[in-house]
């Protein structure tokens, strides 16, 4: 028997959930990264970067502080943000410019901007899990000097 998710999520609602998240990922050295992530995820929330493999919610801070501190100016906009049930899909945007080695492509004064994917699920009113990709090839060929 299939039962009907009764509380439906709207887009505002969505919204209003992720933005703590990607709030973090906005010059995310000048922010307190661990207390929005909290706001916005589960206790035992799971970023995915494989099927498999993922970061707990603290694993995550640290990796957005380093990034914040090799690109202080990070930038991350939400371009589409789509719901369907507990899913929520978010297309971003990231810009920024590296000030010290990134993902081994040493600093050379450019910039660069990528796309992102994330499709998050949300349980009791918060991020439980997401599987995200970035096009991060892309952006370390534009910072090739």
Known sequence: MTTINESVLTVDEARRITAPFYDSLNRPAE???PGLLAQACVDDYESYHTNEEFLTRDQLANVFESMGEAIPDLEWEVVDLHVVDDKVIVRGRATGTPVAEFWGAAP??????????????????????????ENWMTALDQLKS
């Open 31 to 33: 922010k307190d990264v």
């Open 108 to 133: 050379t004064g450019k910039s660069f901007k990528t796309m992102a994917i994330d499709i998050f699920t949300v349980r009791d009113g918060k991020l439980a899990n997401c599987y995200h990709t």
